[in-house]
Protein backbone atom coordinates (compact mmCIF):
# COMPACT_ATOMS: atom_id res chain seq x y z
CA UNK A 1 0.00 0.00 0.00
CA UNK A 2 1.37 3.62 -1.33
CA UNK A 3 0.46 6.73 0.38
CA UNK A 4 -1.00 8.61 -3.03
CA UNK A 5 -1.46 11.76 -1.82
CA UNK A 6 -1.27 14.45 1.28
CA UNK A 7 -3.32 17.26 1.83
CA UNK A 8 -2.74 19.41 4.88
CA UNK A 9 -4.46 22.32 5.89
CA UNK A 10 -2.36 24.71 8.29
CA UNK A 11 -3.96 26.59 11.43
CA UNK A 12 -3.12 30.03 11.76
CA UNK A 13 -3.98 30.53 15.06
CA UNK A 14 -1.84 30.13 18.19
CA UNK A 15 -1.39 26.76 19.85
CA UNK A 16 0.10 23.10 19.58
CA UNK A 17 -1.85 22.30 16.81
CA UNK A 18 -0.20 22.75 13.64
CA UNK A 19 -2.30 21.45 10.85
CA UNK A 20 -5.14 19.07 10.23
CA UNK A 21 -4.04 16.32 7.35
CA UNK A 22 -5.73 14.23 4.85
CA UNK A 23 -4.30 11.37 3.21
CA UNK A 24 -4.87 9.11 0.96
CA UNK A 25 -3.41 5.55 -0.03
CA UNK A 26 -3.73 3.45 -3.59
CA UNK A 27 -5.56 6.48 -5.18
CA UNK A 28 -8.65 4.59 -2.98
CA UNK A 29 -8.88 5.52 0.44
CA UNK A 30 -9.15 8.20 2.29
CA UNK A 31 -8.07 8.79 6.29
CA UNK A 32 -9.36 12.51 7.24
CA UNK A 33 -8.29 14.90 10.34
CA UNK A 34 -4.82 13.55 10.98
CA UNK A 35 -3.21 16.51 13.37
CA UNK A 36 0.47 17.77 13.04
CA UNK A 37 0.95 18.75 16.76
CA UNK A 38 4.26 20.20 18.23
CA UNK A 39 5.48 18.43 21.10
CA UNK A 40 8.17 19.05 23.74
CA UNK A 41 10.54 16.72 21.41
CA UNK A 42 9.34 18.25 18.15
CA UNK A 43 6.77 17.43 15.75
CA UNK A 44 4.76 14.50 15.46
CA UNK A 45 1.21 13.17 14.30
CA UNK A 46 -2.09 12.02 15.96
CA UNK A 47 -4.05 9.95 14.37
CA UNK A 48 -7.84 10.77 13.95
CA UNK A 49 -9.78 10.24 17.72
CA UNK A 50 -13.34 10.23 19.05
CA UNK A 51 -13.98 10.49 23.00
CA UNK A 52 -15.24 7.85 24.48
CA UNK A 53 -17.92 6.98 27.15
CA UNK A 54 -15.11 6.95 30.15
CA UNK A 55 -13.75 10.33 28.60
CA UNK A 56 -10.36 8.65 27.09
CA UNK A 57 -9.91 9.56 23.26
CA UNK A 58 -9.80 6.17 20.64
CA UNK A 59 -7.92 6.57 17.60
CA UNK A 60 -10.92 5.44 14.88
CA UNK A 61 -8.04 5.14 12.10
CA UNK A 62 -4.35 4.30 12.92
CA UNK A 63 -1.45 2.07 11.91
CA UNK A 64 -0.82 -0.95 13.34
CA UNK A 65 2.42 -1.46 13.51
CA UNK A 66 5.54 1.06 14.35
CA UNK A 67 7.27 0.75 10.92
CA UNK A 68 3.71 1.51 9.12
CA UNK A 69 3.55 4.74 11.47
CA UNK A 70 7.08 5.77 11.31
CA UNK A 71 6.45 5.81 7.03
CA UNK A 72 3.27 7.61 7.91
CA UNK A 73 4.50 10.31 10.16
CA UNK A 74 7.75 10.87 8.01
CA UNK A 75 5.78 11.31 4.72
CA UNK A 76 3.54 13.58 6.49
CA UNK A 77 5.99 15.78 8.46
CA UNK A 78 8.45 15.98 5.11
CA UNK A 79 5.24 17.07 3.13
CA UNK A 80 4.52 20.07 6.31
CA UNK A 81 8.45 21.03 5.88
CA UNK A 82 8.08 21.94 2.51
CA UNK A 83 4.38 24.17 3.09
CA UNK A 84 6.58 25.78 4.93
CA UNK A 85 9.27 26.10 3.27
CA UNK A 86 6.96 27.66 0.07
CA UNK A 87 5.19 29.72 2.75
CA UNK A 88 8.20 31.59 3.57
CA UNK A 89 9.32 31.95 0.23
CA UNK A 90 6.05 33.50 -0.81
CA UNK A 91 6.80 35.28 1.87
CA UNK A 92 10.72 37.01 1.05
CA UNK A 93 9.40 37.35 -2.77
CA UNK A 94 6.32 39.31 -1.46
CA UNK A 95 8.93 41.27 0.77
CA UNK A 96 11.05 42.55 -2.09
Known amino acids: MQI ?3 RIRRISKEGKMKAVVSITF ?3 FVVHDIKIIEGEKGLFIAMPSRKAADGEYRDIAHPINSETRDIVQNMVLRKYE ?3 EEVEEEAEAEAI
Open 26 to 28: DNA
Open 82 to 84: ELL
Open 4 to 6: TDI
